[in-house]
């Protein structure tokens, strides 16, 4: 889905037309893949516009950066603020957003320590990530052929520009063979996640989901589906889990901020359960969905862009 051109894209400070959202090619994030980078969903909720889970996405974006001994120009409330103030400016209600810290142009030295960091705010319309009726009737995939990093080399809890170079190995491969989404082990063989997704199995009542030393994002949407699962009494185990279990399992789900709640019917072709998203899924898609599209939140996690919640959710960066 091409991306939708709103009116304005927030660059370092100020908001500037779509189309004057320009770097220089010389730029060291186009070189190198320094970027450090954010996917949030605003949803149109039954109670107003809300930002879903906002200062966890700003607090993992300063995260990020910092692996990379690169200090965003910008406070963490003015990068929240600016966030909201993007969204409104653009008259959007339903959109993704995407906040990007990267390397400018200076040098075109590896070392990115003499090049400025910049940050880009963009906000736009976007619907199902995995295609239409995804959530409803589920997706087919397989497990990849490329594996995710090692915690020795390019670390997986930062959400880095590079990093994706191998989400596109991963992605790309599942598509030309009929998938719509890869799954990539991590180095000892364990299930890591998919290229831009987190994931749960379902075995007797009980989830399951890889472990943060898997290879994977620390996902938001992962944190938040443990919390609702446990607070349901569901037990949830997190850990290693054997790539077999994938085929054993009653059901298995993809989660993430472009993929929400995704129902997974085949792994490899074999069918998960009865090739229908599985009861625990549709429960968790429930849960999930009332939070963001009622606007029924008692965890604190929507930001609502009227103002009344804002305060209330600005959690300052220790
Ligand atoms: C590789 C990868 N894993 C997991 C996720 C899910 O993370 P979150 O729920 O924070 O969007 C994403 C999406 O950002 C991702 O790109």
Redesign the pocket.
């Known amino acids: 889905m091409p991306v939708k051109k709103v009116e304005k894209i927030w660059m370092n400070g100020k908001h500037v037309n779509w189309d004057d959202a320009k770097v220089h090619v010389l730029s060291h994030v186009l070189h190198y893949g320094s970027s450090f980078f954010e996917?949030i969903r605003c949803y149109k909720t039954k109670q107003g516009p809300a930002v879903f889970r906002l200062g966890d996405?700003v607090k993992?974006l300063i995260h990020s950066a910092r692996v990379f001994r690169a200090e965003i120009p910008f406070s963490y409330d003015d990068i929240f603020e600016a966030i909201v103030d993007t969204i409104k400016i653009n008259e959007l209600e339903n959109c993704y957003i995407r906040p990007i810290a990267y390397r400018g142009y200076e040098d075109l030295n590896v070392n990115p320590l003499k090049n400025p960091v910049e940050l880009t705010i963009a906000a736009y319309e976007w619907g199902s990530y995995l295609g239409q009726g995804a959530h409803e009737s589920g997706i087919d995939v397989c497990v990849s052929s490329w594996r995710r990093s090692t915690p020795d080399t390019t670390p997986t809890m930062a959400?880095i520009g590079g990093a994706?170079m191998n989400?596109q190995l991963i992605k790309m491969e599942a598509i030309v063979n009929g998938f719509s989404e890869g799954i990539a082990l991590d180095v000892n063989g364990y299930i890591g996640?998919?290229?831009?997704?987190?994931m749960f199995l379902v075995q007797d009542g009980v989830l399951y989901t890889p472990g943060i030393h898997n290879g994977?994002?620390s996902?938001?949407?992962?944190k938040s589906i443990m919390t609702l699962a446990k607070d349901m009494g569901f037990e949830v185990k997190e850990g290693s889990l054997m790539r077999e279990m994938l085929y054993m399992a009653d059901e298995v789900f993809f989660?993430?901020?472009?993929a929400e709640i995704t129902p997974i019917r085949s792994v490899d072709k074999m069918i998960v359960g009865n090739g229908m998203p599985g009861k625990v899924t549709k429960q968790m898609q429930e849960a999930f969905f009332e939070i963001v599209k009622e606007g029924n939140d008692k965890y604190g996690w929507l930001t609502f862009l009227d103002g009344k919640e804002r305060i209330l959710n600005m959690k300052q960066v220790k």
């Open positions: 996917g996405h993992r959400k994706y989400s996640e998919g290229s831009g997704e987190n994977i994002l996902g938001i949407t992962r989660c993430g901020t472009a």
